[in-house]
């Protein structure tokens, strides 16, 4: 018999957005630090399939993995603490479990059994956690929303039954709710938190740990409080205000009473090497010389979330130069060259629909005709490659995803992929090779000539333009191994201009910033 995986459930109460993601990441990246192999997972409650069709000015942006699981960001945070490549497995929505339960119903594998959500769906979100734990010393689990949802209800009772099936001696439930601070009152009130507390354990699960979220540090009062009505130990008790980093978070839960918690159910008692943590917040916080300005023509002004990937890797390039970094958010609706001269760089990333396009157009053309340093991520090539045609005399030159009718389609949909255009799995996903053109920008910043980047998008440079492109100021870089799809382009008379088909955002970590982000932000210095 294998080794016993022990698991770990991450679950919230109170309200959404507490800080469950951060808490299961930051308890990973410790467990790793001891020396543990660590998996993780969210199980999102939505009747969704996945989240590929999520608006992302609601729900922040869809992260991908390496074998193509378009997936809510919280995956972008397990992978950048726990500097790790995870897989479709480590999402798991509701919807699509219902979707497989309906299917296997309708092709009679159940032999005309009543099919209900216990035991049946508790049972496939069961599987998918075993599934997902492969080979683990441990295993932690969130669960999206918050406990006693509607739509949440059957991953708690789950989660529970997961519990009695791999014992509970390896089994850790860890509750995280907020206690908010009443300003007219002067107090921080606890009771939100106590029914939060009542409603999990109305379900049948009494957490191991409760993690206090506050804006600001709590008196001890609110701890016993918390502990007496939530049947815990004030030791199993850990208050987390929010500190000025998320990356001091792993330190903080290293010396905090979770820590012999986390001994005692792992069996491991390596002191964790969070070496690298500290120095990061070094980094993060040390005096700078020097502040860039990078210009991020953004579509979704709402939520930072829309673009959370993108700015994480540009603060971890800033930091690793010993830069100051400050973002300009310039709408996509309102580009004009007052706000693009004054900044320092330009930065496009990826996006959907035509709304914002012609402006996203217009900053990629200033960039390459004022040599400001330019970084387009996937859509910012191909506005990119738009803008290069049109300087060459292709009037009228577009994508057919924003003019149908364009008489030159110098960005076109994807072979095979007509009329399917507003449909979810029509889209290139995940891990693509590329080679890098020899003594070009691209293989310069990356080192090597044969890279390997996540994707995520459905339409492809026309490279029957190939020559327009060229005339207009852009050479093609980077293309796949058969050199039929164009994964780089660049401006070779520039200081920095270079556009990827790619999302190579979701490849960089705070402490090995990707080589794109960090020569934009090394030119933008200049």
């Not at 059994?113 to 734990?133: F, N, R, W």
């Not at 690793?320 to 609706?333: F, K, N, P």
């Amino acid at each position: 018999m294998g080794k016993q995986t022990r698991y770990i459930f991450v679950t919230g109460g109170v309200l959404s957005g507490v800080g469950k993601g951060i808490t299961a990441a930051s308890i990973g990246a410790v467990l790793k630090a001891k020396g543990l192999s660590v998996s993780i997972q969210k199980c999102d409650p939505y009747l969704n399939v996945d989240a590929g069709l999520l608006n992302p000015a609601e729900h922040g942006e869809c992260f991908v993995t390496k074998d193509g699981a378009e997936t809510d960001l919280d995956l972008g945070h397990y992978e950048r603490f726990l500097d790790d490549e995870f897989t479709k497995k480590s999402a798991t929505l509701s919807g699509r479990l219902l979707r497989d339960l309906i299917a296997d119903e309708r092709a009679g594998k159940f032999g005309g059994k009543t099919i209900q959500l216990v035991p049946h769906l508790t049972g496939a979100i069961m599987e998918s956690i075993v599934e997902a734990s492969q080979g683990s010393d441990v295993h932690i689990v969130e669960i999206g929303g918050t406990v006693g949802d509607y739509e949440g209800l059957s991953f708690v009772e789950a989660i529970r039954e997961f519990g009695r099936r791999v014992g509970r001696e390896n089994s850790l439930y860890i509750h995280v709710v907020y206690v908010p601070f009443i300003g007219t009152s002067k107090e921080f009130k606890s009771k939100p938190a106590q029914n939060a507390l009542n409603d999990l354990r109305g379900f049948g699960i009494v957490p191991d740990v409760v993690v206090v979220r506050t804006d600001e540090p709590a008196p001890k009062a609110i701890r016993s409080k918390i502990a007496m009505f939530g049947g815990v130990e004030e030791g199993a008790v850990l208050m987390m205000p929010n500190v000025d980093s998320v990356f001091k978070i792993p330190g903080i839960v290293a010396e905090s009473s979770l820590a012999p918690i986390l001994e005692k159910f792992t069996g491991n008692h390596n002191k964790p090497d969070l070496s690298k943590w500290h120095d990061l917040v070094k980094r993060q916080q040390a005096p700078k010389e020097q502040t860039i300005t990078v210009g991020l023509i953004a579509k979704y002004m709402d939520n930072e979330d829309t673009y959370i990937s993108v700015l994480e890797a540009l603060k971890a390039a800033a930091w690793s130069e010993g830069v100051g970094l400050r973002i300009e958010w310039i709408s996509a609706e309102e580009v004009n060259e007052e706000a693009l001269s004054a900044v320092d760089a330009i930065l496009v990333p990826g996006g959907f629909g035509v709304r914002g396009v012609e402006g996203k157009i217009a900053a990629a053309n200033y960039a390459l005709s004022h040599n400001k340093p330019y970084l387009g991520i996937c859509l910012g090539l191909q506005v990119a490659v738009i803008a290069a045609a049109r300087k060459a005399g292709l009037e009228g030159a577009n994508s057919t995803e924003f003019d149908e009718s364009t008489p030159h389609p110098v960005v076109y949909i994807m072979e095979g992929q007509e009329g399917k255009e507003s449909t979810g799995g029509t889209l290139r996903l995940g891990d693509y090779p590329a080679h890098l053109a020899a003594n070009s920008l691209a293989h310069t910043v990356y080192g090597e000539q044969d890279i390997v980047e996540r994707h995520r998008h459905r339409y492809e440079v026309n490279q029957k333009y190939r020559e327009a492109i060229e005339r207009g100021g852009l050479v093609i870089s980077g293309a796949s191994p058969d050199g039929k799809l164009v994964e780089f382009v660049e401006a070779s008379d520039h200081p920095y201009f270079i556009a990827t088909q790619a999302h190579p955002e979701f490849r960089s970590r705070p402490t090995r910033p990707h080589p794109l982000f960090l020569g934009l932000i090394r030119a933008a210095q200049s």
